[in-house]
């Protein structure tokens, strides 16, 4: 009975998990509640997964990477990229190669997030589309994180499988020998020909503050000096040299949807217009309309220089997501304004304070200078303009730097655990003011953190339950005569399937079992399997909602769902077709 209950959580579970709503740490929470209720997990044991290693580790792996961030370390990294060439595929293969190695020793999304602006203004700078560069960079913060324990979740969670199984914890740099060479496969087929497959959308303007993105939903007002009062929708959205659609007309604050073009323009009516940012500007300095947001921003001195128009792309875990600008009382509360709002290739026609915000989606904001950084953080989202590239103090760096070392020294030598180690330099890190407290906690992916905490007493019941068994059985009959290395290749494959759809945490945490009963079975190491997982777990480029650097890039790409496919299904089988022969040579059945 214990074994059913498992297997219609563990089934709903994954359904929400591809359906995405809830989102993924609520449905984590719901597992683990029903599953205790159902006395299938003891109600004493049910949320010791909070206090596993694996998660403590994940959230201060967090902390760190995000210190190093604080203190200039990876800044002084971005300033060599102005040395590159103009070549465009050396200034891809640098980049791609940089974010690798940063990846492997922090987030992989903050690394990208640090290297997207950089990739958006050497392709302005250089006349090619981003669209080339971005998913090349997202491929390669996940190819990166397969080096070293520390690289991706998925390597933390598998070690703590591989110490469960009495064998010890994977080591810092267990994962490198597979890792590197499989990174470096990688990486040169995303610098040599992958980014040559994506679509190319050539920026309008290059080496400007404010960046192409395709569909930007924006409001603007026809004032007393417009000069398109009296004209049609037909007059504004005929000009040759702007590419503009009229979405709906407020007026007298009732909408009117989906205006005809020969619906005449009036002043004081608010235009909802879908344009990229080069037509949005070009079409207030020739009609003399101005941005809704600009009303009620600041009483400020005239021709006061301090206000800035910023993009910014919403993170994963901000508290801006299943919210809109008017619930949140955006100007209010952040001191901005919403000016425009991009979702990849999706038309909006909603009035876009009241768009629901999602992850991944570009926002045009409106504020002080000065004030822009510290409300990017409060927002959680991450500025798609060039971040300051000045190194810092260098005493801060040199602290990072010296204690990231300290740590990563500590758990090679076996001074310390992983958990304890770089749980140490985090509180190190704030307490020597490398990393503001403020951003002690908001550094850490909290969706991720419950996830973990709940999912892994839900796959040790998938365990005891029998359920791990049941399915390694079905396995082996169906593959019964097929040779040792395919079936290794098979649970490689369906680790990247479900990868793609779901957390890569949680595709973890139910393939290991399956993973180490198999080996048992067979009779082999555990440790093959536990690799072939591992990789196939941070292998996740088939979809946008793979993983949250690929949702990161899809805005600012413009890509396509199926654009993900185009780069990822080859480099799925590259790494699939490399992976397992690598795999047997360093960790034999």
């Not at 929470?29 to 004493?44: D, Q, S």
């Not at 497959?197 to 930007?216: C, H, M, S, T």
């Not at 290739?345 to 822009?372: A, N």
């Not at 971040?387 to 500590?410: E, H, N, Q, Y």
Request: proline share 5%; with cysteine; net charge neutral.
């Amino acid at each position: 009975m214990a074994q059913i209950l498992v297997f219609i959580t563990l089934g709903l579970a994954l359904i929400l998990f591809i359906w995405g709503k809830p989102r993924y740490d609520i449905v984590s929470i719901l597992a683990l509640v029903f599953l205790t209720l159902a006395g299938v997990i003891p109600y004493e044991e049910a949320f010791l997964g909070f206090g596993h290693p694996a998660v403590i580790t994940v959230a201060a792996v967090l902390v760190v990477s995000e210190s190093l961030e604080k203190s200039g370390l990876v800044n002084l990294i971005v300033r060599l990229m102005d040395k590159v060439g103009s070549n465009t595929t050396l200034q891809i293969t640098v980049m791609c190669l940089v974010v690798g190695i940063a990846s492997g020793f922090m987030n992989n999304t903050g690394a990208l997030a640090i290297f997207m602006p950089v990739a958006i203004q050497l392709s302005h700078k250089h006349g090619y589309s981003p669209s080339s560069a971005l998913m090349p960079i997202a491929f390669a913060s996940l190819l990166g994180g397969m080096v070293t324990l520390i690289g991706t979740p998925p390597n933390i969670i598998i070690a703590a499988f591989r110490a469960q199984g009495g064998e010890g914890a994977f080591s810092m740099f267990d994962f490198a020998p597979v890792g590197i060479g499989l990174t470096l496969i990688g990486l040169l087929f995303l610098s040599l020909i992958g980014w040559k497959v994506l679509p190319k959308r050539q920026p309008e303007r290059q080496g400007e503050d404010l960046f192409k993105i395709n569909n930007y939903i924006t409001e603007v007002r026809i004032g007393q000096e417009a000069t398109i009062a009296g004209q049609t929708v037909k007059d504004i959205t005929s000009e040759k040299d702007l590419d503009i659609k009229v979405l709906g007309i407020i007026r007298n604050k009732e909408r009117i949807h989906a205006p005809g073009p020969y619906r005449s323009l009036k002043v004081d009516d608010i235009l909802i217009l879908e344009c990229d940012t080069a037509d949005l500007e070009k079409f207030l300095d020739s009609t003399k309309t101005e941005l809704v947001g600009d009303e009620t921003l600041y009483n400020r001195p005239k021709g006061g220089d301090e206000i800035v128009i910023m993009e910014g792309i919403i993170q994963e875990n901000s508290p801006l997501i299943g919210q809109t600008a008017s619930s949140l009382h955006m100007r209010s509360r952040y001191d901005v304004n919403l000016l425009a709002l991009a979702r990849s290739t999706i038309t909006i026609r909603q009035r876009i304070d009241h768009v629901i915000f999602q992850s991944g989606d570009v926002l045009l904001l409106q504020g002080r200078e000065r004030e822009m950084g510290e409300i990017f953080n409060l927002m959680q989202c991450y500025p798609l303009a060039r971040r300051s590239l000045t190194i810092g103090k260098p005493k801060r760096t040199i602290f990072a730097l010296g204690l990231f070392a300290l740590s990563v020294a500590a758990v090679v030598m076996g001074w310390a655990p992983v958990e304890i180690a770089f749980t140490l330099v985090a509180v190190l890190m704030v307490i020597l003011k490398v990393l503001p407290i403020r951003d002690l906690y908001t550094s850490i992916d909290w969706p991720v953190i419950v996830l973990l905490g709940a999912m892994i007493p839900v796959g040790t019941a998938f365990t005891t339950s029998g359920g791990a068994e049941t399915i390694t059985q079905k396995i082996l009959f169906i593959s019964e005569s097929f040779p040792p290395w395919l079936i290794l290749g098979v649970i490689m494959m369906v680790t990247m399937t479900l990868s793609a759809v779901i957390n890569n945490a949680a595709t973890v945490v139910l393939m290991a079992p399956i993973g180490i009963k198999i080996a048992d079975v067979l009779d082999h190491s555990i440790d093959p399997y536990l690799m072939a997982i591992a990789i196939g777990a941070s292998a996740a480029f088939l979809t946008p909602i793979g993983h949250q650097s690929n949702t990161l890039v899809m805005g600012p790409g413009g890509y396509k769902f199926s654009d993900y496919w185009k780069l990822g299904l080859p480099l799925s089988i590259i790494i699939l077709a490399a992976g397992i022969p690598l795999i047997l040579t360093f960790w034999p059945l």
